[in-house]
């Protein structure tokens, strides 16, 4: 006992040292703007974006979602992940705590003396424990809890991020099946005008030239729509590959489905705010902190460490006949152990840990300012295709307007095919670009609703 008294004592002024362990800012300032500077979406008012697919009024879309979700090998992955920093959350808690061992051993030997052959049984337990004196294993517990909320936070962000895809395939497939009617449709109206053209021409009132450009202008359109109709084929076989749902099954659902437009959402908190709900954000800020308790743990380990041992056992010793029962027990070593030389081994670990820290900072700064980007790219898009949906509403309208009197004109022979054929043109420019409008709004909200979070709620998470 005076021998574990003058250890401890000893010891006690180490202890102290940890006061010099100086591991960098668990938390760094992130490259947040005061304002947003694009316009701010306020065509709805919609908070919960958690069960935003369930509010876009199209139950397919959900179920495509969830399929692609239970599928997704990078979901998948995160889970892996989530498990794998859970199970090394728990062994860096663990090394803070004793560790027991129990051993069983039988030995049976003849000591070539006066005593006759015998047989030795015994059982002990052992314990070891480190002394964290220097916060080094704490502090390794508290990267791993840092990693594991981290982790959490990823597999939010795997699912949003198969949500986005999802969503954003679907939606292009819908825009793809409404380019095919207008291709349908258009590749119809260059059929009767030829085969009109081709009447007038066998009555002698037109010109074989006439015919010819008739009928390449049926065979553009058709050709159009036999394009279009592949790349709609090819959109629904990438919805296969996302959400694994068979081929047949999938486009039964389409044709029965209902498309709709997606829902909007209102953002209009600061950007810091709203970059708090980013999983990704909150994923690298975690890696951040967990980096600099790695710089404090690999400070730790050039200070001296301090260990106890001790163990309790019963033994048997069979001889000659006669039992002899004997009970054991111990405290100790309690040993000191002082780094001397190590040929800078230490020292180069807390430079490698520090430099890792350094990489987590500008991480964390770099993932920031994407996430700044990503919604203000959003709010613009928003703001530029609202401000556009008008304008191309008018210019379609105009455009079908213009091509059906040009239509009735050239039936009627008081205009020609050439003035037909522009007129056609632009009235096909305008109804494809305001699909393509609708499309590119749609993809917008997509937008802003995954670079707005998702509706991941780090307080919720914890």
Avoid at 113 to 137: C, H, K, N, V, Y
Avoid at 177 to 187: K, N
Avoid at 421 to 426: G, K, M
Wanted: aromatic share 6%.
């Amino acid at each position: 006992m005076t021998i574990f008294r003058n250890l401890m004592t000893a010891a006690a002024p180490l202890a102290l040292c940890a006061c010099a362990l100086s591991p960098p800012p668990q938390r760094v300032a992130a490259p947040v703007p005061p304002q947003w500077f694009a316009s701010p979406a306020h065509n709805g008012s919609l908070t919960d974006l958690a069960s935003w697919w369930q509010r876009q009024g199209d139950p397919l879309l959900v179920q495509l979602i969830d399929a692609a979700q239970g599928a997704s090998p990078n979901v998948s992955t995160a889970r892996a992940r989530i498990a794998q920093s859970r199970a090394e959350r728990v062994a860096a808690g663990a090394a803070l705590l004793p560790s027991v061992d129990a051993g069983a051993s039988i030995i049976r030997s003849n000591q070539q003396s006066a005593l006759p052959m015998g047989t030795t049984s015994q059982a002990a337990f052992q314990a070891a424990w480190e002394i964290d004196l220097f916060g080094g294993r704490r502090a390794e517990r508290r990267a791993a809890d840092e990693r594991f909320v981290g982790a959490q936070a990823g597999w939010h962000e795997a699912r949003v991020s198969v949500a986005a895809e999802v969503a954003n395939q679907y939606y292009a497939l819908r825009a793809c099946g409404m380019l095919l009617a207008v291709a349908d449709q258009d590749a119809a109206s260059r059929a009767d005008s030829a085969r009109l053209t081709q009447l007038t021409t066998d009555a002698g009132f037109q010109s074989p030239a006439n015919a010819a450009l008739a009928r390449a202008s049926a065979a553009e359109g058709k050709a159009r729509a036999t394009l279009q109709r592949a790349l709609c084929d090819l959109d629904v076989k990438a919805l296969v590959a996302l959400t694994a749902l068979p081929e047949p099954e999938l486009r039964q659902k389409l044709i029965s489905a209902v498309a709709t437009p997606a829902a909007p959402i209102e953002i209009s908190a600061l950007p810091a705010d709203t970059l708090a709900q980013r999983p990704d954000v909150f994923n690298a800020e975690r890696e951040v902190a967990a980096a600099s308790f790695d710089v404090g743990s690999a400070q730790s380990q050039r200070y001296p460490r301090l260990t106890l041992q001790g163990s309790v056992g019963a033994g048997n010793l069979r001889s000659g006949g006669v039992n002899t029962t004997i009970d054991t027990w111990s405290i100790g070593p309690l040993a000191l152990t002082v780094p001397v030389f190590d040929a800078g081994a230490r020292a180069a670990n807390v430079d490698a840990a520090s430099a890792r820290y350094d990489n987590a900072v500008v991480t964390y700064r770099a993932v920031a300012r994407q996430a700044v980007r990503e919604v203000e790219d959003a709010l613009v898009t928003l703001h530029s295709t609202a401000g556009r949906s008008g304008d191309a509403q008018v210019a379609l309208e105009g455009y079908r307007y213009s091509f059906r009197a040009t239509e009735d004109l050239y039936k009627n022979g008081l205009a020609s095919l050439l003035q037909l054929e522009d007129a056609r043109r632009t009235y096909l420019a305008a109804e494809i670009a305001l699909v393509n409008l609708q499309r590119e709004r749609n993809g917008a909200w997509i937008a802003l609703y995954r670079a707005a979070g998702g509706g991941w709620n780090a307080a919720a998470a914890n």
